[in-house]
């Protein structure tokens, strides 16, 4: 489970599914849920306040739910759940190919949509913080590297000026044994 609520879209333009959906989606994950009707409203949500999970039907007004999904991928790494009628199966595979995670074809049961928003969910909270981690090392392996840099040109200049200084000493031995020998 994730370290703080979920915020899942709900793209569907059918309000009876709407309120099933969010009463179940709540109480088996606590989101926060926000529901739109429209492609276009879904994309404007999207881009003011990304979420975590975006369920979608596949018929919109003005868009299919290939369409926006493809879109919605493009935005981030976000998953996709979509819901339709009927699809072909070529559809399906169109549809699985632009990055949608699961499938769903009405009716079906709403345990089989909440079983796999789970699954997705939870995917991609191993993700994000694999990324996080990620960028944590990267940035600390930078840090890692600029220091060694740092150290190695201290060491350089300590270096040379050991060998200054062992030139000088070699200067004055020969100077001083010079000046005893005459």
Request: hydrophobic share 40%; glycine share 4%.
């Amino acid at each position: 489970m994730a370290d703080r609520p979920y915020k899942i879209l709900l793209v569907e333009p059918d309000p009876e599914l709407v309120e099933l959906f969010v009463s179940s989606l709540s109480t088996r994950f606590g989101a926060h849920i926000t529901c739109v009707v429209d492609a276009k409203t879904c994309l404007d949500v999207e881009m003011l306040e990304p979420h975590d999970l975006v369920i979608t039907e596949w018929d919109l007004e003005g868009q299919n739910g290939l369409d926006l999904a493809k879109q919605l991928t493009s935005l981030s790494q976000r998953p996709v759940i979509l819901m339709a009628e009927r699809l072909k199966s070529a559809q399906v595979v169109e549809v699985l190919r632009a990055g949608v995670r699961d499938v769903f074809l009405k009716p079906f049961a709403i345990d089989e949509l909440l079983d796999s928003s789970q699954r997705v969910l939870y995917g991609h909270d191993v993700r994000r913080k694999h990324a996080v981690r990620h960028h944590k090392l990267r940035k600390l392996v930078r840090q890692v590297i600029g220091e060694r840099r740092d150290l190695n040109k201290r060491i350089e200049l300590v270096c040379r000026d050991l060998v200054d200084a062992h030139r000088r000493l070699v200067h004055r031995v020969v100077n001083i044994h010079g000046a005893r020998s005459n």
